[in-house]
């Protein structure tokens, strides 16, 4: 009777291991294909500048500010956000009296939603243009991990 339990459960067995196998097998597929799919740091990089500018420039972040464009360059993995400036701010003189460059900075240095970028050493270039001149650079900065870190 014993000798008819075991081969009665052998076929169980075989068809318990048999799916316990495929069901790892399935797990570790839908694993490497959900790994596969992940982007890298450049391409999500590349993605959120052209959402964010397809979705919402030209915007206007104050008075006479207007944010144009942000873009990546995936070789330098610098990303660079270009403004145009209108009215009383469009005048460098009014740029440089309050220290620009220092007044950004600190914005990268507290920014949470760079934190990813800053902490793979990227670097975030401010543009700001001119509406009288068009062309004109009124401001142009580059912040590199030295500058935030």
Not at 58 to 84: K, N, Q, R, W
Request: with cysteine; glycine share 4%.
């Amino acid at each position: 009777m014993k000798h008819c339990i075991i081969l009665h459960n052998q076929p169980i067995v075989r068809h318990l291991v048999f799916t316990v196998k495929h069901y790892v097998l399935s797990i570790i597929c839908i694993a490497a294909v959900l790994c596969s799919c992940q982007e890298t740091l450049e391409e999500r990089g590349q993605r959120e500048a052209s959402d964010y500018t397809r979705k919402h420039c030209p915007t206007p972040v104050g008075e006479g500010i207007t944010l144009d464009s942000m873009t990546f360059d995936a070789p330098s993995h610098t990303f660079s956000y270009c403004y145009t400036l209108s009215g009383v701010l469009d005048d460098s003189a009014a740029i440089w009296q309050d220290d620009p460059r220092a007044l950004l900075l600190q914005q990268v240095k507290n920014s949470t939603h760079l934190r990813l970028y800053k902490e793979a050493g990227y670097s975030f270039r401010y543009v700001y243009y001119s509406t009288k001149h068009p062309g004109l650079s009124l401001f142009d900065n580059t912040f590199k991990a030295a500058d935030y870190q």
